[in-house]
């Protein structure tokens, strides 16, 4: 168990209490000594665990998991569960940090990490207890982000919450799912959002139209979380997380910009979830030091093999760019297209409009619209906005093939991606290839299959010149 805790950043194990924490939490959610030496055999094959960044970037997910599971023991009395909640994490830290009583997390995200198949591997208890509810399996089948937070509960792995917060930027899944879970467990939920179906045709003002929705109905977020909370929060404190968070953010654009300037991959597109899925931890003030110091590790040893000319791939080897996100819960696809002699670098809510890593900073007085910044990200547009982002992004990152996953369990992905397909080979002249995935359930993996298809598109590839 140490070691494995070394593994994740545990570095000296000095802080006895902290180890005693991981211990009790890994007791009450089952872990056994084999499932921690599969993880310890894990990590060490699909992440970097020689850089300490990545080490310490694990840690932080290990911990908020342990934090979730002793929350109730450690007197949380306001837990709060977020799903598909965009922009919600930095209203999340002005309440986290005004009260030690108040922990936030996306359980799903932190436990796809943690019961993948690269940790603990108990991922598919916690589906099948979903299942057994309301959430369909099989092929046609409901989002297993969704079911991941609808098993936990289930299960009682980890506390009831006392607030679910959703939106509808993306689906109606898991909106409904939260309200399902509302009605069955008596737990406040809020959700949010904004229009989303929108004309091919609108111009600007439509935009402007949506992020106001969007800034109002995070507003009333706010004032509903005050009401249900019982803890005040203003503007000014929404304003002071901008500000005290913008290490972080600075932090990763230099690692985004280093991973889009580098000819050759500086670190495997298996870290592509828990790199980019780290900013949703900073929902807890707790967290944000921890953050800022991790992700400023990383960057300088990245940085430290850029200027060594290290490459996880020859320099020369083709470079897919993976549209939707990579699994969040399962390195093997990514392992296995490196293993073959490609490079992936891969799409994760982060391509912005004319291919930019950011969106572009508006200046305004309205928080609420500082907060909708994200709504020019590739994932909550306009299927046309969508295929010009991507094929922007495509441009510039001199791709020689684009894999376009096709996540199985979402209406909203596997149907954009169908249409962006042939439209995107057909507009840049490279190799395109749909492989239908779960991005949140393992046992969609079939290695042979990928293997195959991933071989052929090689060769495609490859035949191109
Ligand atoms: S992947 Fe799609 S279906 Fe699943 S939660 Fe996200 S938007 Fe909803």
């Known amino acids: 168990m140490d070691e494995l805790l070394k593994l994740c950043g545990y570095e000296e194990l000095e802080d006895k209490e902290d180890i005693q924490r991981a211990k009790r939490a890994f007791h009450k959610l089952g872990v056994t000594d084999e499932d921690v030496e599969r993880a310890k055999r894990n990590i060490r094959k699909y992440y970097d665990v020689e850089l300490e960044g990545i080490r310490k970037m694990l840690g932080i997910y290990l911990r908020d998991g342990v934090n979730l599971v002793l929350a109730r023991e450690d007197g949380r009395t306001n837990i709060v569960y977020a799903i598909m909640a965009e922009g919600f994490d930095l209203i999340a830290s002005a309440f986290t940090s005004k009260s030690e009583e108040v922990y936030v997390s996306w359980p799903e995200s932190t436990f796809e990490i943690l019961f993948g198949p690269t940790f603990f591997d108990k991922q598919h208890e916690v589906l099948e207890a979903a299942e057994a509810r309301w959430l369909k399996e099989g092929i046609v089948s409901h989002c297993a982000n969704v079911k991941m937070l609808a098993g936990l509960v289930a299960l009682d792995l980890i506390p009831r919450p006392d607030l679910l917060i959703v939106s509808g930027f993306l689906c109606d899944v898991a909106p409904k799912t939260v309200d399902l879970m509302h009605e069955f467990y008596d737990v406040p939920m809020y959700y949010f959002g904004t229009c989303l179906d ?268």
């Not at 046309?384 to 996540?407: M, P, Q, T, W, Y």
């Open 198 to 465: 929108r004309e091919e045709d609108e111009g600007p003002e439509a935009e402007k139209e949506r992020v106001a929705l969007a800034a109002n109905q995070m507003e009333e977020l706010v004032k509903n979380m005050v009401e249900v909370i019982g803890i005040e929060v203003t503007e000014e404190d929404l304003w002071k997380q901008i500000e005290a968070k913008k290490d972080l953010k600075n932090n990763m654009a230099q690692i985004h910009g280093l991973l889009d300037n580098s000819k050759k991959p500086l670190i495997s597109a298996t870290h592509g979830s828990v790199i980019f899925l780290l900013q949703r931890l900073a929902a807890n003030w707790s967290n944000v030091p921890r953050l800022i110091d991790t992700t400023s590790i990383i960057y300088n040893e990245l940085k430290e093999r850029y200027d060594k000319g290290y490459g996880v791939v020859e320099e020369d080897a083709p470079l897919i760019l993976a549209l939707n996100p990579v699994s969040f819960t399962d390195p093997r696809l990514e392992y296995m297209i490196e293993q073959l002699g490609m490079a992936v670098t891969t799409e994760i809510d982060l391509f912005f409009p004319d291919g930019r890593r950011a969106p572009e900073v508006e200046e305004t007085d309205n928080v609420y619209v500082k907060l909708c910044a994200f709504l020019q990200d590739s994932k909550t547009r306009k299927l046309a906005d969508r295929f010009n982002i991507f094929k922007e992004s495509a441009k510039k990152l001199k791709v020689d093939g684009i894999l376009c996953r096709g996540h199985v369990g979402c209406r909203t992905i596997y149907g954009d991606i169908m249409v962006m397909k042939d439209a995107l080979g057909k507009e840049l002249g490279v190799p395109t290839m749909l492989l239908e995935v779960e991005s949140f359930d393992p046992r969609f993996y079939n290695h042979e299959v990928f293997k195959r298809r991933m071989e052929m598109f090689k060769m495609m590839i490859e035949s191109q010149g």
